[in-house]
């Protein structure tokens, strides 16, 4: 098994981001059901569960998970320009460009939800 | 610079542990130098495995600071500015003992690969004329330095992941003959490195590509298998 000095490049980092953002975001995805589903109950059960979005510790974490779209959805593109494109040695540009780009998102959103 | 490196060597098989050796420090000094040096000097049993001692064979890669590398090709100065070398075999691959990892597997793949030219002419035909410019040559050209050291193969996380993998250099080796215009097995070799086992399993990591001695990309060699690949599924050819 190679060790983390050998891992510690930004490839790996990349791969990093993109594969710890994918896991975070599916074990978002039964909360996210879980609000959505009270729309069945009425439109009364929805604003009630939505009202938890009010609370700071929540706001921050929609920052978090828009961060972590940004990201996962930014990562993905690079890989699809890695894979499907004329490779062009870009590849670290790539990857810092994704992580910028993640970033912007992320704190887009912050300013407008604070 | 200091006058004598700390050096810890790894010793045994699978099992064993890392022993500590002090050995003098020399200007323009090669890890290599440094393994020598304990194996003549300080411990005769010490097995390593090197042969043209000038980056043209590649025998001599080991993992040097958690790094695999060209010991040969590998100044202390680069990697030990502290005086303190961890020297290990290659990861990824079977210790045999010490230093020396058994590499058969590894060439095995290359043979799964598909990686041996099929020639489509006989030594009665002309020569095949191939313009070195046009974006085949040029793509094979890219990847065809690689000399087979193992450095990529033992950087790679999917190899460690998936025993049965393939690994860079292999598909590395087969993207050249698939860009090879007098090569006769194209679709064979792309079935062979279809898959999971092949170049679909590589997460692009580029551990491989960061590592490479000769600075070859491989994990571009495999984003152009997966293209190949799927277009000859798309033409029905495998």
């Given at each position: 098994m190679i060790g983390w000095r050998a891992r510690n490049h930004p490839a790996y980092w990349a791969f990093l981001v993109h594969r710890l953002s994918g896991i975070a975001l599916a074990l978002f995805l039964p909360a996210h059901f879980l609000v959505l589903g009270q729309a069945l109950r009425g439109e009364a059960a929805l604003d009630g569960a939505l009202r938890?979005?009010?609370?700071p510790l929540v706001k921050a974490a929609e920052v978090a998970l828009v961060l972590l779209l940004a990201a996962h959805l930014a990562g993905g593109l690079r890989i699809l320009a890695l894979e499907l494109l004329a490779w062009r040695g870009w590849q670290k540009s790539l990857a810092a460009l994704a992580a910028g780009a993640a970033v912007a998102v992320g704190v887009t959103f912050a300013l407008g939800v604070f | 610079m200091a006058a004598t490196l700390q050096v810890r060597v790894w010793r045994g098989g699978a099992e064993g542990a890392f022993r500590g050796y002090e050995v003098p420090r020399r200007e323009s000094q090669t890890v290599l130098d440094v393994v020598t040096y304990i194996q003549r000097r300080?411990?005769?049993?010490l097995a390593y495995r090197f042969a043209?001692?000038?980056?043209?064979?590649?025998?001599?890669?080991m993992t040097v600071n958690g790094k695999a590398r060209w010991t040969c090709r590998t100044h202390v100065s680069k990697v030990a500015a502290d005086g303190v070398l961890e020297i290990a075999p290659l990861a990824n691959l079977p210790v045999i003992r010490d230093l020396v990892t058994d590499m058969r597997e590894f060439f095995d793949k290359w043979a799964r690969a598909k990686g041996e030219f099929v020639p489509t002419a006989t030594r009665r035909d002309p020569p095949a004329a191939v313009r070195p410019a046009t974006a085949a040559r040029r793509a094979a050209d890219a990847a065809i330095?690689?000399?087979?050291?193992g450095v990529c193969y033992a950087s790679c996380d999917v190899v460690a992941w998936n025993r049965d993998y393939l690994g860079p250099a292999a598909l590395n080796r087969a993207w050249t003959l698939v860009n090879d215009?007098?090569?006769?097995?194209l679709a064979a070799r792309l079935a062979a490195v279809a898959g999971d086992a092949g170049c679909h399993a590589c997460h692009t990591q580029m551990g491989c590509a960061e590592r490479c001695p000769k600075q070859l990309v491989p994990t571009a060699s495999i984003a152009g298998l997966k293209r190949a690949v799927g277009r000859a599924v798309l033409r029905g050819e495998i």
């Amino acid at each position: 098994m190679i060790g983390w000095r050998a891992r510690n490049h930004p490839a790996y980092w990349a791969f990093l981001v993109h594969r710890l953002s994918g896991i975070a975001l599916a074990l978002f995805l039964p909360a996210h059901f879980l609000v959505l589903g009270q729309a069945l109950r009425g439109e009364a059960a929805l604003d009630g569960a939505l009202r938890w979005t009010e609370v700071p510790l929540v706001k921050a974490a929609e920052v978090a998970l828009v961060l972590l779209l940004a990201a996962h959805l930014a990562g993905g593109l690079r890989i699809l320009a890695l894979e499907l494109l004329a490779w062009r040695g870009w590849q670290k540009s790539l990857a810092a460009l994704a992580a910028g780009a993640a970033v912007a998102v992320g704190v887009t959103f912050a300013l407008g939800v604070f | 610079m200091a006058a004598t490196l700390q050096v810890r060597v790894w010793r045994g098989g699978a099992e064993g542990a890392f022993r500590g050796y002090e050995v003098p420090r020399r200007e323009s000094q090669t890890v290599l130098d440094v393994v020598t040096y304990i194996q003549r000097r300080l411990d005769p049993a010490l097995a390593y495995r090197f042969a043209c001692r000038v980056g043209m064979c590649g025998s001599c890669a080991m993992t040097v600071n958690g790094k695999a590398r060209w010991t040969c090709r590998t100044h202390v100065s680069k990697v030990a500015a502290d005086g303190v070398l961890e020297i290990a075999p290659l990861a990824n691959l079977p210790v045999i003992r010490d230093l020396v990892t058994d590499m058969r597997e590894f060439f095995d793949k290359w043979a799964r690969a598909k990686g041996e030219f099929v020639p489509t002419a006989t030594r009665r035909d002309p020569p095949a004329a191939v313009r070195p410019a046009t974006a085949a040559r040029r793509a094979a050209d890219a990847a065809i330095e690689c000399i087979g050291c193992g450095v990529c193969y033992a950087s790679c996380d999917v190899v460690a992941w998936n025993r049965d993998y393939l690994g860079p250099a292999a598909l590395n080796r087969a993207w050249t003959l698939v860009n090879d215009v007098r090569d006769g097995a194209l679709a064979a070799r792309l079935a062979a490195v279809a898959g999971d086992a092949g170049c679909h399993a590589c997460h692009t990591q580029m551990g491989c590509a960061e590592r490479c001695p000769k600075q070859l990309v491989p994990t571009a060699s495999i984003a152009g298998l997966k293209r190949a690949v799927g277009r000859a599924v798309l033409r029905g050819e495998i």
